[in-house]
Structures are given as C-alpha cells and as structure tokens.
C-alpha cells in the first residue's frame, strides 16, 4: 500500500512498464548533451577520486604495516625481557642489548605513527573520495543541486555548481587530512587513473563521458 511501491507484469503489460520506467527515473531532466566545461570538470573530479583512493590504500598499507610491527617489536620486549638468565646463561648480555634495541625500535615506530597519523589520513582520503564520487554521479543524473530547471534547460548552473562544489571538497579534504595541496596535483602513473579520464577515445563508459 506504499506509494513507493510499484507493480507490475512485465510479460503481459510492456508498455506499462516503458512508461512507469521513465515516469520513475525521469529520463526528461537530463541533457541532451554535456558541455565542454562539464567534462572538464568531471574529467578534474574523476582525477581527484583515484588519486585519492590511492593515496588511501597507501596508507592503509602504512597504517596496517606500523601496526603489525608494533605488536612483533612488544611481543619480542616482553618475551625477552621475561626469559630465565639461568636458561640462557651466556647470551644474557646479548638478549638485553637485543631487548633494548627492540625497545628502541618501537619508540621509533611510535614517532612515526605519530608523525604519518596513516590511520586518519586512511579514513580522511576514504571518507572524501566517496563524497566526491557522490557529488560525480549527483551530476551526472542531474539530481540534488545539479536539478536541471525546466525552463531553463541550456543553463550553466549544474556546471557553476559542480565547480563550486569540487573546491569546496578540495579544501575540506585537504584540511582533514593535513595533506598538500601538490599530493593532489601531482603527476601520478597511469595505472592510478583507472577512469578512462585521460584517455577518452578508449573510454568504455565507466567514468568520464
């Protein structure tokens, strides 16, 4: 009994279907065409998202790595610095050297956590390339913000908006991440770019256009 619900029987009935599906996605609100400054910009966004998915799997990896260390270097102190001096009789003065280099070695480690912060920067990045992804496809179907009016349908504002909105996300990322601005503009390997953005005439209709 919801008015969000919907029935119907697509073998006897298809062209009721053809109409309740473009009543429902509202195929009339989108443009013909994307203009130039639009694919510019999803081409910039599109950028934006993989470079930071993939400085988040970089930390990840750095976040997960200082982690396990951690746990190899204090189970190594705790173990040494429990071990009988009877048993091991002549390596004792080795041990301790050993066990204060361990310990030595997780202080650094700690620093470095500290240093890094790969945890917060890990989630930061994660956090802001789905949001950034959200405002893409926001775009795209010309829904929230980006609404197309009616009257209006040659109108630059979904383009006026998106640019708005991805410096917007630039500086709030940038901010809760406590990254440079270069990290995000660098030149990175094509293998990090994994939406076809720089290369359009291969585009398989994943990303840019």
């Known amino acids: 009994s919801s008015p969000n619900f919907h029935h119907l029987n697509l073998k006897n009935d298809s062209a ?101 912060n790969p945890k917060a920067r890990w989630r930061q990045l994660r956090s802001g390339a789905g949001s950034l992804q959200s405002i893409i496809w926001k775009y795209r179907t010309r829904t929230g913000p980006f609404e197309l009016d009616d009257s209006q349908p040659e109108s630059t504002g979904p383009e006026t908006t998106l640019c708005s909105m991805l410096n917007e996300w630039r500086d709030n990322l940038i901010a809760g991440a406590g990254l440079k601005t270069t990290n995000l503009f660098r030149k990175y390997p094509k293998r990090v770019y994994r939406h076809y953005q720089n290369n359009p005439e291969n585009n398989k209709g994943d990303g840019l256009l």
Request: hydrophobic share 50%; with cysteine; charged share 20%.
């Open 16 to 116: 009721e279907a053809t109409r309740m599906v473009k009543k429902l996605v509202r195929l009339d609100r989108l443009p013909q065409h994307t203009r130039l400054e639009g694919l510019l910009l999803l081409q910039d966004a599109w950028r934006a998202y993989d470079v930071s998915m993939h400085l988040a799997d970089r930390y990840k990896l750095a976040c997960k790595t200082i982690f396990a260390l951690q746990l190899v270097f204090s189970w190594l102190v705790v173990v040494g610095s429990g071990l009988d001096s009877d048993l091991i009789g002549e390596w004792e003065d080795s041990i301790l050297h050993a066990v204060f280099g361990v310990s030595v070695a997780f202080s650094i480690l700690v620093s470095l956590d500290g240093m890094l």
